[in-house]
């Protein structure tokens, strides 16, 4: 078995993104069904990935289709960098001195990582991946740099 720092946790919304790629639009239900969830969980995921830009939704009538962004759709996305950029230029405006800027900065990325580690943790579970925590600590470690 892989040492738990090579493995890597794929998610539903992982495989939502491979399932689209090169397939243009497709019926969210045939979505749902080829991965073997729920139109409602698929939608949850079609929901958080629209909103981050990756897959788009076209109505035909009443019927959704997804699909997803091409390259340069998905390179206009920001980075975390140009966030992290914003974020000190809106500090400055503000007239906050670099220390407390970088303190907000990390309290910032500490609450959503928060808000992403059980999700985190059910999700290594269900698929039987051991030292979650020491997977957990590694992925914060590298989002908070």
């Known amino acids: 078995m892989e040492s738990s720092e090579n ?24 979505v749902a069904k080829n991965l073997g969830v729920s139109t409602e ?12 830009k990756i897959i788009s939704v076209e109505y035909k009538f009443t019927t959704p289709f997804i699909y997803i962004l091409e390259d340069e759709q998905i390179q206009q996305k920001k980075t ?19 220390t407390k800027t ?5 309290n ?7 808000n992403k580690k059980q999700f985190f943790f059910k999700e290594a579970n269900k698929r039987g991946i051991n030292d ?11 989002a908070i740099q």
């Open 7 to 30: 493995q890597v946790i794929t998610t539903g919304v992982d495989k939502l993104v491979d399932f689209l790629k090169g397939k243009g639009q497709i019926e969210v239900k045939e």
């Open 41 to 52: 969980t698929l939608q949850r995921w079609v929901d958080f990935l629209v909103e981050e």
């Open 80 to 98: 975390m960098n140009d966030i992290k950029n914003a974020f000190a230029r809106k500090a400055k405006e503000n007239k906050l001195n670099e």
């Open 102 to 106: 970088e303190f907000l900065w990390q």
């Open 108 to 114: 910032q990325i500490s609450k959503v990582l928060e």
């Open 132 to 142: 979650v925590e020491k997977i957990w600590n590694i992925y914060k470690e590298k």
